[in-house]
């Protein structure tokens, strides 16, 4: 191992770059994983991109619900291109370096594209509140002017959150160990480099992480809860199927985002721990943004039908 770059300043010392250790130091995973998560990437960009272009191409997409799975695609979309690219090159170089302004950069911008997912996500629960429990006036509460305020919100306190967790960890001094247990810059796996005392990064984190999950978890639970309540109340078969329809792959969505994220960001306290704290990451950073275009295909008519009428353009 090369011994880590250093730059002076004064007493003390400060890394100027990073070794990421990746998913696995195992030889015989290398290439296997390689290509899982090459096609993982293709997969990602292409199906986010292509559900982007159906939403904008074809005007019966032209809604709420769509202007909202048309942001959180967009997000997934930019989000692939955070973590993936340096992953990928960890499969493939011996020693996978990262100096220390682009670990800043990655993670701004992995906590800008998750604060912002998960509050598209709440945004995405309450319009479907709106749209079953009061449909004669969703056309007025859901109006373009609320769903670009609601994103416009959304961005904004994702980039405050990022803004908030980047900068105090700008702030640290990294003198001792410069490798990383992690196939990217996150936030926990920084800290435990860090030379001087993290008891300020770790309130501040948990601050600003506890705010956006009981905010978003209480407006997604309430909305749920107020949503099941007047399913029960429907008389009609075809509403409930309907109802349970157009929020099944939402709830799809949600599960897996905020399971592994949880899972993911548990304390680890031990070797073990901190491996399949690894996998659960993966599973939020790399599946769920490949999974979000095919749930939100696969499981919705409009989509169906909106392919159908692209192809037919296309061919002719």
């Not at 390689?34 to 292509?50: D, E, Q």
């Not at 998750?114 to 009061?134: K, P």
């Not at 993911?264 to 275009?293: E, H, R």
Request: hydrophobic residues 45%.
């Amino acid at each position: 191992m090369q011994p880590m770059k250093q730059m002076a300043t004064g007493s003390n010392s400060s890394v100027t770059e990073f070794i990421l250790m990746g998913l696995t130091v195992q030889p015989e995973l290398q290439l296997p994983l390689f290509v899982l998560f090459l096609l993982n990437y293709i997969a990602t960009v292409l199906g986010n991109l292509s559900l982007m272009n159906l939403i904008c191409l074809n005007s019966h997409l032209h809604t709420p619900m769509y202007f909202f799975i048309f942001n959180l695609s967009c997000i997934d979309f930019c989000y692939s291109f955070v973590c993936t690219p340096k992953m990928l090159m960890s499969f493939a170089s011996e020693r996978n370096t990262i100096s220390f302004t682009g670990c800043m950069s990655q993670l701004f911008f992995f906590c800008f594209f998750v604060n912002s997912e998960c509050y598209v996500l709440t945004a995405m629960a309450y319009d479907r509140y709106v749209a079953i429990c009061q449909p004669l006036q969703y056309t007025t509460v859901m109006s373009p002017k609320i769903c670009y305020l609601l994103m416009f919100a959304s961005y904004l306190m994702g980039f405050s959150g990022a803004m908030v967790h980047t900068g105090f960890m700008i702030r640290l001094n990294f003198c001792d160990s410069n490798i990383i247990n992690h196939y990217m810059c996150d936030i926990f796996p920084l800290l435990q480099l860090s030379c001087s005392s993290t008891y300020v990064n770790e309130l501040v984190s948990s601050a600003v992480v506890g705010t956006i999950i009981i905010l978003s978890s209480l407006i997604i639970v309430v909305s749920y809860a107020m949503i099941l309540f007047n399913i029960i109340h429907m008389s009609s078969g075809k509403g409930w199927s309907k109802a349970l329809g157009t929020c099944g792959s939402h709830i799809i969505t949600v599960s897996l985002f905020y399971g592994s994220g949880l899972l993911a960001y548990v304390k680890p306290s031990s070797a073990k721990t901190v491996g399949q704290g690894k996998i659960f990451s993966v599973f939020y950073t790399l599946v769920v943004p490949m999974m979000n275009p095919l749930i939100y295909s696969l499981r919705n008519k409009d989509v169906k039908v909106a392919v159908k009428k692209t192809l037919k353009r296309i061919t002719r």
